[in-house]
């Protein structure tokens, strides 16, 4: 791989992990929603990866269909016929881990990237007195 194929690649992967960051932000900010008779609650946002010959690149972003937190609570007006209210199915602990690794994989990318930019610097000093 070349020295612009490994800064291609970086960059790829700190576009990639900076969206997997914000829909991290975006599922935790919207953990607390509750379905309503108009509409449903939520759903957990999950970023897919893919690769291609130039680094990372962003398949899809697809709702997580599993089941929405069903709490009982009679009194709230959005309850259903069992007395059962439907929240959001994000977990804010796997999301505070989720978000930790993309943190990390990002941060990885900045210190390839640099080293790459580093070895440029490095190439095009060398013929310099």
């Given at each position: 791989?070349?020295?612009?194929?490994?800064?291609?690649?970086?960059?790829?992967?700190?576009?990639?992990?900076?969206?997997?960051?914000?829909?991290?932000?975006?599922?935790?900010?919207?953990?607390?929603?509750?379905?309503?008779?108009?509409?449903?609650a939520f759903r957990r946002q999950i970023v897919l990866l893919t690769s291609d010959e130039n680094g990372v690149k962003i398949d899809q972003i697809l709702p997580d269909q599993s089941r929405l937190r069903a709490v009982p609570e009679p009194d709230n007006p959005f309850a259903d016929e069992d007395g059962m209210v439907y929240y959001s199915n994000v977990n804010p602990i796997i999301e505070m881990v989720d978000l930790m690794t993309a943190t990390r994989t990002y941060e990885a990318n900045v210190a390839a990237f640099n080293s790459a930019k580093g070895m440029m610097r490095a190439a095009m000093n060398i013929g310099k007195v």
């Open positions: 791989m070349s020295i612009n194929g490994a800064l291609r690649a970086s960059a790829s992967g700190l576009f990639a992990e900076r969206m997997r960051m914000d829909t991290i932000a975006s599922n935790i900010a919207n953990a607390n929603s509750i379905s309503t008779p108009d509409q449903e």
